[in-house]
């Protein structure tokens, strides 16, 4: 899974606590993403970061907070879990922004399921 | 509102012949068009990205066209492997300062040996 790894793995949380996930890379690559994918509607781009405490917002972000402290770390927090943010997270790579072919190739770690009861 | 659409959730091939996939979208204007490839509990993987301004891509067995006037890309496996079954992605990458992908749902493909 090209030097990305997510920790943990496997998480089952209660209502109303707060979450975190891991993603860190040895790749030295500028662009981090956490996507979750759900039956039926593919991944979806909760935020995402270009740089050391430079991060945006994606598609899905309400309940999400992120922080990137160093090149390779990448957290994911969610501040109190709702039953809705039952997923398998994804985080993915890149190089950097620009039109060059590899710079636009996203890389994934193997995910991390989910369940908030 | 913006859609992508992949043709169907499952695809069923027979060990040899030549499986098509199919990619639409609409209110999207992409610079790039990718496919990845997706195991069950494994995180998706790169196959081919095809430019805006390419017709048709090829690596081995595998080849994207893309039609940016039918919004619409197809990506075929050539004599197909059971090793091929797996989920296929379609992502639509704008052109944009993020590198941000919009995915579609996915077809699984299964090769019947």
């Known amino acids: 899974d090209a030097g990305i790894t997510q920790s943990p793995r496997h998480k089952v949380t209660e209502t109303g606590t707060p979450v975190t996930l891991r993603c860190h890379q040895t790749?030295?690559?500028?662009?981090m993403y956490w996507y979750r994918q759900d039956p039926g509607h593919g991944l979806r781009l909760i935020h995402y970061s270009y740089g050391v405490k430079d991060t945006d917002k994606g598609e899905v972000s309400d309940g999400y907070s992120v922080s990137r402290s160093k090149t390779e770390d990448f957290l994911l927090t969610l501040e109190s879990a709702t039953s809705s943010q039952t997923s398998v997270y994804f985080c993915?790579?890149?190089?950097?922004?620009?039109?060059?072919?590899?710079?636009?190739?996203?890389?994934f770690g193997a995910g991390t399921r989910l369940s908030v009861l | 509102s913006q859609k992508i659409e992949q043709n169907s959730e499952a695809l069923n091939i027979q060990e040899g012949k030549t499986a098509t996939l199919t990619c639409n979208y609409t209110?999207?204007?992409?610079?790039?068009l990718q496919w990845y490839r997706q195991d069950p509990g494994r995180g998706p993987v790169f196959l081919l990205l095809?430019?805006?301004?390419?017709k048709e891509k090829r690596k081995e067995r595998l080849k994207v066209t893309f039609d940016t006037t039918l919004k619409q890309s197809l990506f075929h496996i050539t004599a197909s492997q059971p090793a091929d079954s797996a989920t296929y992605l379609c992502a639509l990458m704008v052109q944009t300062g993020a590198n941000n992908l919009f995915f579609g749902t996915g077809t699984r493909l299964t090769v019947i040996p």
């Open positions: 095809i430019r805006e301004n390419e």
């Open positions: 209110n999207y204007s992409p610079a790039y």
């Open positions: 993915a790579i890149s190089e950097s922004s620009g039109m060059g072919y590899a710079k636009n190739i996203q890389y």
């Open positions: 790749e030295n690559h500028r662009y």
